[in-house]
């Protein structure tokens, strides 16, 4: 499908924000989903490049339009930050299956708290589709199709406090913190983590998160995770520990996007299993890009 | 003028030409949501193995200059799931459904395979998939008789594929194609074997043996470290081939290898395929299969030819 590019412009270092007028993909994105962008019309690259839908049918002038934040990281999003506002991008999408929020066994209901104490961990460019997530939730919206059906009432007509999560982004240095005004505008309570010390937390985020659950802040709780995958990794192991509920959003280098290639496979645990090597492959771009974090068998 | 675009592969009438290449389509059901599958001349499955198989590790694919590797190694449901769990989808299409069928181990499994398709109505054709580089997948007569051999596909030698294609023909009276690989010295000596063998069609080309490094890991790019090119940048070599081809068989050519658009389409018509599938194509635009009937008809009515027939295999040279 071809969608007109309303701009495309560097919001800081190799950062870029894309925003294409896509009104069927609009109407339906769900957080966590992708769509799949061939940068060019020629051979080079020949594949489409899957990207993570950053927002989505906003309000009023908003509401056709699909943004997308990328990374320059190689020749494929190198051609699409050349690409021009008024040109003609190929876009198929929304594609694959977004974050889900946890059906009635959540904690908010439970203890009638007034906070819903959902945690986003955001990793590098993992905070595009989290900006999403947390857009859904201020606006105490069920988020995706997989069990929204099951979603508590109260909530979804509005009647649970606002809700306000922890977002946690972690960035190599300061200058690699995306979307922090944004997430604080959607009344997110935001603490950063930067390998070097530059701002917030040195360290690694998943030390971040290890820190705040310690502190017994949020002893019931959900944690949404997208990022690199050795972050994701420990997300899946401290929730497992914490026996939390965990949603994480993998990448993974596609050839199709729509599941009929099998090359994006993860190794997941197979229900059914008999031996302690046995798993399933799972089509990131199909099944997943968002798992269970407890179903992942990492690397 | 009424344009003709069927063609017949075997016992099998096809409303046109354009198919879908093995393994690039999976079993249909994904590229339902893009585009009228109705429309397709035929579909033909991604493989099955007799049991289930998970595949090759991943990194399973990557990108290459005008094409990509792929290293998926055959991973499928197996044939019972794929009777309960896929055919019943496929056969909704209401367009003839060709079986692509591999064996984990000797002709016995191919055989086996195509006994039980060869009682389900639903299957149109079987193509025997004996060319796959991602599987070790071989004649039992070179496990017996030399180490050095065991990676070689069937379809590297003809004595092999004309074996395999004739302890198939005895079973089934469906149509039959043999898939060809293009990692020999003499392709249309295979074909040629498979023919002799009983082979309806032969279909060409499999994907190319290639191997794609990451200079800063210094590790190979697939986790099976070797896989097979495809996409744009294999089409002539397969345009080569279907041409050495066509001088030397009786029986039609699938061709494949490439193909993207109707121009490139109709190279693989000159060069003597009767049929041609898209592939990698796919995974780019979902909907190429369509663009490319509709490219030959435009193609035939400004050259006047009224059927399928006239063009294929009219190479001057």
Known sequence: ?299 | MGINLKVKIGRLQLNNPLMVASGTFGYAEEFNDFMDLRQLGAIVTKTITLNPRQGNPPPRTCETPAGMLNSIGLENPGLEKFIQEKLPFLKKTAVPIIVSIASEGGNEEFVTLARQLDKVKEVSAIELNISCPNVKVHSQKFIVHSKKLRTRLISQDPKSTYALVKAVRRVTGKTLITKLSPNVTDIAEIALAAQSGGSDAVSLINTLTAMSIDIESRKPRLGNVTGGLSGPAIRPVAVRMVWEVHQKIKIPIIGMGGISDSLSALEFFLAGASAIAVGTANFINPRTTLEIIDGIKKYLIKNKISSMKTLIGSLQI
Request: hydrophobic share 40%; with cysteine.
């Open chain 1, 1 to 299: 499908m071809k969608s007109i590019i309303l701009s495309n412009r560097n919001i800081k270092g190799r950062y870029f924000e894309i925003i294409i007028r896509a009104p069927e993909i609009a109407a339906i994105a769900k957080p966590g989903q992708f769509v799949n962008v061939k940068v060019s019309d020629g051979l080079e690259p020949l594949l489409r490049r899957p990207l993570s839908i950053h927002k989505a049918g906003g309000q009023r002038k908003a509401k056709d339009s699909v943004v997308l934040l990328y990374e320059v990281v190689g020749k494929g999003t190198e051609i699409l930050s050349g690409r021009k506002s008024q040109e003609l991008l190929d876009v198929i999408g929304p594609l694959g299956n977004g974050f889900t929020y946890y059906p009635l066994s959540l904690p908010c209901r439970q203890a009638g708290a007034k906070r819903y104490p959902l945690i986003l961990v955001a990793g590098g460019m993992g905070t595009a589709p989290l900006v999403f997530l947390a857009e859904k939730i201020a606006a105490g919206l069920p988020a995706t199709t997989r069990g929204a059906g099951r979603f508590p009432r109260d909530y979804a007509r509005g009647k649970q406090a606002t809700v306000k999560p922890l977002v946690l982004i972690g960035a190599k240095t300061k200058k690699d913190i995306l979307c922090e005004e944004e997430f604080r505008d959607l009344g997110c309570e935001v603490k950063i983590a930067t390998d070097d010390g530059s701002r917030g937390f040195k360290g690694y985020i998943s030390e971040l998160l290890k820190q705040e659950l310690s502190a017994k802040r949020y002893p019931l709780s959900a944690i949404y995770g997208c990022g690199p995958a050795p972050m994701l990794k420990e997300i899946s192991l401290i929730s497992q520990k914490g026996h939390i509920p965990a949603q994480v959003s993998l990448e993974a280098h596609m050839a199709c996007g729509i599941g009929a290639c099998m090359g994006c496979v993860v190794k997941t645990q197979n229900a059914k299993r008999k031996t302690q090597n046995d798993f399933v492959y799972k089509r990131v771009c199909k099944d997943g890009p968002v798992f269970e974090a407890s179903q992942v068998i990492w690397e």
